[in-house]
């Protein structure tokens, strides 16, 4: 339901395969840990995929720029910096 009003979904770690089992990735792009990222119908080795109303991630080690993804999509992008900015948090090169 929350696909089809074209409301936002996320799904980090190995949670991107239950998304992948409905069918809700059939045209979208996604990753997620690399034990399962061969079960996805399109995967990426990126940390982080946003594709369409979808963000998905690879895991544990990518949940602070997950997080600020959600926080962007959802607030906006100066929010996003904003928290960034307050933890501290910058992406290694």
């Given at each position: 339901a929350?696909?089809e009003?074209?409301k936002?979904i996320?799904?980090?770690c190995a949670a991107?395969?239950?998304l992948?089992?409905?069918?809700?990735?059939d045209?979208r792009?996604?990753?997620s840990h690399?034990?399962?990222r061969?079960?996805?119908p399109s995967p990426?080795d990126m940390?982080?995929?946003?594709?369409e109303?979808i963000?998905?991630?690879?895991g544990?080690?990518?949940?602070?720029?997950?997080s600020?993804?959600?926080?962007e999509?959802?607030?906006?992008?100066t929010t996003?910096?904003e928290?960034?900015?307050?933890?501290?948090?910058?992406?290694?090169p």
């Amino acid at each position: 339901a929350q696909n089809e009003a074209k409301k936002e979904i996320a799904a980090i770690c190995a949670a991107p395969k239950i998304l992948a089992d409905y069918g809700i990735l059939d045209s979208r792009k996604a990753t997620s840990h690399s034990s399962v990222r061969d079960k996805l119908p399109s995967p990426s080795d990126m940390t982080l995929v946003s594709d369409e109303n979808i963000t998905t991630s690879q895991g544990l080690g990518t949940a602070v720029e997950f997080s600020l993804a959600l926080v962007e999509r959802l607030k906006d992008k100066t929010t996003a910096q904003e928290i960034a900015d307050s933890i501290h948090f910058t992406q290694l090169p």
